[in-house]
């Protein structure tokens, strides 16, 4: 009758439904054949209702909530009333009865068809000439009490168990989606790691070593013995620095790889705007070519200052803008969220909640020469912005020559 995935239990108790019916009609049966009473039309009457539930129970198109459901309850009520005509005995089988119409009928019609089975069946227990008292009337009622409580109940307990199966399968993919973020965070660090290692290291030093060799070319004669060595090693450095470069773009992360960074974060307010917020982008000034690892620590920043605004502040509205100076670079990312106190962290976050918090945007600012603010108060939005010094090619500490 039910197509969906029942417990164990939940089978077990409905075949004792089949058995229960079926054995109140066999009970039926013999009474009538050992009293005399209608014996053939009431053997009859109950091999056709046996008949008649089988085929429903064997049929997938007999489901709950169903027209065909409700059809064939009609039925086998309208065989029931026959039967009751005929065996006072009948009446007992009201109670499996009041099991499947509230298990197979909408709850608004089951509850009326169980009152009705039940009058049905007090009325077989006066027509048959049954003693009339406070026990004929209250033994169908309460059988009816008790179906009404234990389907009810049941059903309760099924949608619990579905809730709590599905949210264990969310949990279950969250958690491995989880597991696949955290592998492409670490992924991403670590190439933003060895981009920055390569920048710091390899690179500068091959751009001193580059630097050198052209001032030592030209201290020396364009015929002295040297000066091809010189030439020579310098174009390797030059190869080398070049191919160092390259590294770099290419451990560079993956917003920075197709195009500048102006279109990074361009492409970062698009997918942060939603239905409950709008993120706006723009740039201020002429912009310049900037070294990677700046360009890192500005997209990280809005990155990491965009999802404090979306986990926390509940704000409407946030702006990115991007300024080049004459000096500097700067971003700033505003929103007119709830704000909060700074040194004590948004609202409802947690102290070390990992990633991109405030205090690593103050590493990165630190690491590259910048400085990072924070302006915010309760109820008044949050301001963050990172200054970068401009890089200028002398080859001095905390910034860029290659």
Same mark, same amino acid.
Not at 12 to 29: D, E, K, M, Q
């Given at each position: !009758?039910? =197509? $969906?995935?029942?417990?164990?239990?939940? +089978?077990?108790?409905?075949?004792c439904l089949h058995a229960l019916l079926v054995g109140l009609l066999a009970l039926a049966a013999v009474r009538a054949v050992a009293d005399g009473t209608h014996p053939r039309a009431v053997v009859v009457v109950s091999g056709a209702m @046996?008949?008649?539930?089988?085929?429903?129970?064997?049929?997938? @198109?007999?489901?709950? $909530?169903?027209?065909?459901a409700a059809l #064939?309850?009609?039925?086998?009520?309208? +065989? #029931?009333?026959?039967?009751?005509?005929?065996?006072?005995?009948?009446l007992w089988v009201a109670f499996p009865l009041y099991f499947l119409q509230l298990h197979l009928l909408p709850t608004r019609w089951a509850l009326p068809a169980v009152a009705v089975t039940a009058a049905a069946a007090i009325a077989c227990f006066v027509l048959h000439g049954g003693p009339v008292t406070p026990g004929s009337f209250i033994g169908p009622l309460i059988g009816a009490a008790v179906a009404v409580a234990t389907v009810l109940g049941y059903e309760a307990l099924f949608r619990e168990s579905e809730?709590?199966?599905?949210l264990i399968e969310e949990l !279950?993919?969250?958690?491995?989606?989880?597991?696949? @973020?955290? $592998?492409?965070?670490?992924t991403l660090a670590e190439r933003e790691r060895l981009a920055r290692e390569i920048h710091d290291t390899l690179a500068q030093g091959?751009?001193?070593i580059q630097l050198l060799l052209r001032a030592a070319e030209r201290t020396l004669a364009a015929d002295a013995p040297a000066t091809a060595h010189v030439r020579r090693a310098r174009e390797a450095a030059q190869e080398n620095l070049a191919e160092a470069r390259r590294f770099v773009r290419a451990l560079s992360p993956p917003d920075l790889e197709n195009g500048s960074l102006a279109a990074a974060l361009e492409r970062l307010s698009?997918?942060?705007?939603?239905?409950?917020?709008?993120?706006? /982008? @723009? +740039? =201020?000034?002429?912009?310049?070519?900037l070294p990677t690892p700046y360009e890192v620590a500005l997209l990280r920043t809005a990155q990491s200052a965009l999802a404090n605004t979306v986990r926390h502040a509940g704000a409407g509205r946030a702006e990115i803008t991007l300024s080049f100076m004459d000096t500097s670079v700067s971003l700033d990312v505003v929103d007119d969220g709830r704000g909060f106190t700074p040194g004590l962290g948004p +609202?409802?976050?947690?102290?070390?909640?990992?990633? /991109?918090?405030?205090?690593?945007? $103050?590493?990165?600012a630190r690491s590259l020469g910048g400085t990072l603010s924070v302006e915010s108060a309760p109820g008044q939005g949050a301001a963050v912005a990172l200054t970068l010094p401009l890089p200028i090619p002398d080859g001095r500490p905390g910034q860029d020559a290659a």
């Amino acid at each position: !009758m039910d =197509s $969906r995935t029942h417990p164990p239990v939940a +089978v077990a108790l409905r075949l004792c439904l089949h058995a229960l019916l079926v054995g109140l009609l066999a009970l039926a049966a013999v009474r009538a054949v050992a009293d005399g009473t209608h014996p053939r039309a009431v053997v009859v009457v109950s091999g056709a209702m @046996a008949a008649l539930y089988a085929a429903g129970a064997l049929a997938p @198109a007999v489901q709950p $909530r169903t027209r065909a459901a409700a059809l #064939w309850l009609a039925a086998l009520g309208a +065989v #029931w009333l026959a039967l009751l005509v005929l065996s006072p005995e009948a009446l007992w089988v009201a109670f499996p009865l009041y099991f499947l119409q509230l298990h197979l009928l909408p709850t608004r019609w089951a509850l009326p068809a169980v009152a009705v089975t039940a009058a049905a069946a007090i009325a077989c227990f006066v027509l048959h000439g049954g003693p009339v008292t406070p026990g004929s009337f209250i033994g169908p009622l309460i059988g009816a009490a008790v179906a009404v409580a234990t389907v009810l109940g049941y059903e309760a307990l099924f949608r619990e168990s579905e809730r709590r199966r599905e949210l264990i399968e969310e949990l !279950m993919s969250t958690r491995a989606e989880l597991a696949e @973020a955290e $592998r492409t965070a670490g992924t991403l660090a670590e190439r933003e790691r060895l981009a920055r290692e390569i920048h710091d290291t390899l690179a500068q030093g091959l751009s001193s070593i580059q630097l050198l060799l052209r001032a030592a070319e030209r201290t020396l004669a364009a015929d002295a013995p040297a000066t091809a060595h010189v030439r020579r090693a310098r174009e390797a450095a030059q190869e080398n620095l070049a191919e160092a470069r390259r590294f770099v773009r290419a451990l560079s992360p993956p917003d920075l790889e197709n195009g500048s960074l102006a279109a990074a974060l361009e492409r970062l307010s698009s997918r942060t705007t939603g239905p409950g917020l709008t993120v706006q /982008f @723009a +740039v =201020s000034g002429t912009p310049v070519e900037l070294p990677t690892p700046y360009e890192v620590a500005l997209l990280r920043t809005a990155q990491s200052a965009l999802a404090n605004t979306v986990r926390h502040a509940g704000a409407g509205r946030a702006e990115i803008t991007l300024s080049f100076m004459d000096t500097s670079v700067s971003l700033d990312v505003v929103d007119d969220g709830r704000g909060f106190t700074p040194g004590l962290g948004p +609202v409802g976050a947690d102290q070390d909640t990992g990633g /991109f918090g405030l205090p690593a945007m $103050r590493a990165r600012a630190r690491s590259l020469g910048g400085t990072l603010s924070v302006e915010s108060a309760p109820g008044q939005g949050a301001a963050v912005a990172l200054t970068l010094p401009l890089p200028i090619p002398d080859g001095r500490p905390g910034q860029d020559a290659a």
